[in-house]
């Protein structure tokens, strides 16, 4: 006699919307000043520290208990971008670096475009809402790249208010995350691919 075997049920909780928030409102809140709306003061340093930075650490560890390989790479990575950006604004400050050159910053930003433009193909099979959010984000990077590389005022500007679009999308998908889980509906739609509906359907009839 055999012993079946045991299922065990996922009933902890999405660490997406955290992550995603972090990142969006942090994202959006750099975009502000890179639009010239607001400086870079504190508050920017803050969020980008705590909810830009620990938050999407936090998600991208949670996401790593859940066997989501996409998003702890997503989230982890993007948590300690910001606590890299914020290193390098705060190091002239105290003194351990001087203020870094602008070719160095466009290698930067040209490195995490690419990286985010490889995470944007992991979004062909989820949502429009993830893959815009990603496009964006891609988007950002290499106008920041070229904005250091070429002293570009027009680049830095368009780079933030493409930035503000991709952190209302992180903002909206955890957003849409959350109502639609507690309602128990899809009340903000993230408006599925095929791929994800048959992913779905497939899970269900297993």
């Not at 997406?16 to 607001?38: D, K, Q, R, V, Y």
């Not at 780079?159 to 959350?178: D, F, H």
Request: proline share 3%; net charge negative; glycine share 10%.
């Amino acid at each position: 006699m055999t012993a079946s075997p045991t299922i065990m049920n996922d009933t902890t909780a999405n660490p997406a919307p955290l992550g995603l928030m972090g990142f969006g409102l942090t994202t959006i809140m750099l975009s502000l000043h890179n639009t010239g709306l607001i400086p870079l003061g504190a508050a920017i340093l803050a969020m980008a520290i705590f909810f830009g930075g620990l938050a999407q650490l936090i998600a991208g560890l949670l996401e790593w208990k859940k066997g989501n390989t996409f998003g702890m790479t997503v989230f982890s990575s993007f948590g300690f971008f910001w606590i890299i950006i914020v290193t390098i604004l705060l190091a002239p400050v105290i003194g351990i670096a001087g203020a870094e050159a602008p070719e160095a910053m466009a290698v930067l930003f040209f490195l995490w475009g690419i990286f985010a433009a490889y995470l944007t193909i992991g979004t062909i099979g989820t949502n429009r809402v993830s893959q815009m959010t990603f496009v964006a984000l891609t988007s950002v990077l290499f106008l920041l790249a070229a904005a250091e590389a070429l002293a570009s005022a027009d680049a830095k500007l368009l780079a933030g208010c493409l930035g503000v679009i991709a952190g209302a999308l992180a903002v909206y998908s955890a957003m849409a995350q959350v109502l639609n889980e507690a309602l128990g509906r899809e009340l903000v739609p993230v408006f599925k691919t095929d791929q994800s509906t048959k992913k779905v359907e497939g899970s269900a009839a297993e």
